[in-house]
């Protein structure tokens, strides 16, 4: 009996390992589920990369029914990646030396996984899933970009007419540190290495030197940064002691808005530099039910126009800010965006070691 192919997406995150399958020429038969990460089994200590990945395949292992055949499967790392320079073959498809989850730095997680699979079904059958890695905010923007127009784009007589008028989405995942991805007429800016927006500039205020000191970016301690003063390490940081559930909970509404007044600053740079018709933030940082409104208002107050009593007239989406900044809807839409990346890696490139999908990328972004 020839068995069915299925390709798999495992999404980690600090808290969980995310899991999905899918046969692997329709998005028909997509199955999700999560288990938890090493970190939360064990709170206080550092990310496991093997064991996650170890996690991840027991999950997609439970997740495959008898008879299917693992054809390939997308690992979604957190980045940055050391290289995108295929020729590199020393670097290529390691975790880069400054990733912000140490325990990730400078491995090769697709080496690691390929030890599982044939561990897990042989040494023959376990040569034969392709493996590929790709990025958390670049997943998780192709998930929420199709959740968002995904029935559009399938239904559309003129596909590229249709992903113009859409116009140019910004997804943030705002967590440990804070990422976001672009995409701009149906495709991803960058591919693998996103907009690494965490170590943008951005200005201090009200902070007291000490504070300053404490928060200082080990990549280039002489100036601060979005990812030093206002990602949940950042808040860690801070104030000693708070974990997320603590910051999920939090009625400290200077707090809050201080961290919102920073992820801010960054959001109103790329919107002048980008024009975004919307803005989709995600990550644990908006957990907390006063962050996104938080945001949105600082946002607003940065881009209006003081000169003119409208906001600022070259960005007419801001007009209605409720619509132009949104928070993410579907936790899994990282794990889901990864599945398609992989679905159209395997159709448009044919190019077995391209571990990552940087080329397919740049080919478009239509359902299967
Ligand atoms: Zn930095």
Redesign the pocket.
């Known amino acids: 009996m020839t068995k069915q192919n299925v390709i798999a997406s495992a999404y980690f995150a600090s808290d969980d390992v995310i899991f999905a399958v899918r046969n692997d020429e329709s998005s028909k038969g997509l199955r999700v589920d999560r288990l938890a990460s090493a970190e939360r089994k064990r709170p206080g200590h550092q990310a496991n990369m093997e064991e996650d990945l170890n996690t991840a395949l027991v999950g997609i292992q439970r997740l495959m029914k008898e008879g299917e055949a693992l054809k390939a499967v997308v690992l979604i790392c957190p980045g940055p990646f050391m290289t995108i320079n295929k020729s590199d073959l020393e670097d290529y498809g390691k975790i880069g030396r400054n990733a912000e989850v140490k325990n990730w730095r400078q491995k090769n997680p697709k080496e690691a996984f390929r030890g599982l699979l044939l561990q897990a079904f042989g040494d023959e059958e376990g040569r034969k899933p392709v493996i590929y890695i790709y990025n958390q905010a670049g997943a998780t923007a192709v998930g929420e970009y199709m959740r968002l127009y995904g029935d559009q784009i399938r239904h559309a007589d003129s596909p590229g007419k249709l992903l113009k008028n859409i116009g140019s989405h910004l997804f943030v995942v705002a967590d440990a540190s804070i990422d976001a991805a672009l995409i701009t007429d149906g495709e991803p800016y960058h591919g693998l290495s996103t907009m690494n927006v ?3 500039a951005v200005l201090p205020v009200g902070e007291n030197p000490a504070t300053l000191d404490n928060l200082q ?4 301690p002489g ?6 003063l206002a990602s949940l390490n950042a808040v860690k940081r801070r104030w000693p002691g708070t974990h997320y559930e603590d910051f999920k909970a939090s009625d400290d509404l200077e707090k809050l808005s201080l961290i919102a007044f920073y992820i801010a600053q960054m959001l109103a740079n790329v919107t002048l530099t980008t024009t975004p018709a919307k803005i989709i933030i995600g990550g644990r940082i908006v957990d907390n039910p006063h962050m996104t409104n938080f945001i949105r208002e600082h946002l607003v107050r940065l881009l209006q126009d003081h000169e003119w009593p409208e906001i600022y007239p070259g960005y007419p989406d801001l007009q209605t800010p409720d619509d132009f900044l949104q928070q993410q809807e579907d936790r899994d839409s990282g794990v889901k965006g990864g599945l398609h990346v992989l679905a159209r890696v395997l159709v448009k490139d044919n190019n077995k070691d391209n571990i990552a999908s940087f080329d397919a990328y740049k080919k478009g972004l239509f359902p299967l």
Do not use: D, F, Q, V
Request: charged share 10%.
């Open positions: 965490g170590h943008h970016c080990a990549a280039h100036r601060p940064c979005l990812n030093s």
